[in-house]
């Protein structure tokens, strides 16, 4: 017997629910889960399905795709870890935490290596004996040390997620493009609110009585890529903005976490400039 997911987007129409049960029915599949949402200001359909039956991925891609729109987007999957590159600074408590979840076997990853443009890591890193890289950006312009990163990369036949676990350079947009929508960033803060430099000193000034964190998908609108996950707590007046920071960093850390979990298990849509994501 093989698991597959069964992911759809489409234009919406009557009846797409009952022609891909359908298939299932007929090809004596078992539905393990089934999530459907149709966005009615732009008439698309989405849809995860997890089957399990005894039937070819490709057969089962081709019997769904007989009865969709020509137009729809039809991915059929078999769970596997999927390869992930991480990319961080100085910073520790983001990777460290997907380092410590994917050692649990939380996440379904195979981590290829932890890239970063400092040396400071590395102690943390090889603790877990992942592979550590460091391509310094001194003394270099941005092209010449993202063209480092770029053919340091080309050594992987496939890398299905780059996470910025607090890597604090900007992408240049052909770097962002050529992953589009495979990269996993996390910002200190609950956007669109206080972007770029210090939010924390920002959320301090401004008073602020929540602070948050967002994983989002990177485009190149500094820090307005789809949202994948979010997440506050409550502060007060007797919060600086250090303590603000401090207690960020471990909503930062579960918040990345978690968007990442939700990619690898295949369950988010870009929708436009949004997501949509089964949780169950």
């Known amino acids: ?28 599949m078992n539905i393990l889960s089934n999530s459907e949402f149709v966005d009615k200001e732009k008439n698309k359909f989405f849809m995860r ?33 999927k390869n992930i590159i991480i990319m961080a600074t100085k910073e520790m408590h983001a990777l460290g935490d997907i380092l410590i979840r994917n050692e649990a076997g939380e996440l379904e990853a195979n981590i290829l ?3 970063s443009n400092y040396n400071n890591l590395e102690s943390l890193v090889s603790k877990f004996n992942i592979p550590f890289v460091c391509i310094s950006h001194v003394g270099l312009s941005r092209d010449e040390h993202e063209n480092r990163i770029v053919e340091y990369l080309s050594k ?12 604090m350079r900007i992408l240049t947009p052909k770097f962002v493009e050529a992953h589009e929508n495979r990269i996993i960033n996390i910002h200190h803060s609950f956007l669109p609110a206080f972007i770029g430099a210090n ?36 502060v007060d007046h007797a919060y600086g903005w250090q303590d603000m920071q401090r207690l960020g960093k471990d ?11 939700l990619a690898l298990e295949d369950r988010i849509f870009v929708n436009a400039n949004k997501t949509v994501i089964f949780q169950g």
């Open 156 to 167: 992987f036949e496939e890398v299905d997620y780059i996470v910025l676990a607090k890597y």
């Open 49 to 81: 399905s997890v089957v399990e039956g005894d039937i070819t991925l490709d057969r089962l891609h081709q019997l769904i795709s007989d009865v969709m729109p020509k137009s729809a987007n039809i991915e059929v999957i078999a769970p596997q870890n």
């Open 1 to 28: 017997m093989s698991q597959y997911r069964v992911l759809i987007d489409a234009d919406d129409k009557k009846g797409l629910v009952h022609k891909v049960s359908t298939v299932f029915y007929k090809s004596d």
């Open 113 to 115: 290596c932890v890239i």
């Open 251 to 261: 909503v930062e850390k579960v918040v990345l976490s978690r968007a990442l979990k």
């Open 199 to 234: 939010p924390y000193k920002q959320a301090y000034e401004r008073g602020v009585k929540i602070i948050g964190a967002t994983s989002h998908f990177v485009n190149n609108n500094l820090d307005e890529g789809p949202i994948i996950s979010q997440d506050v707590i409550h």
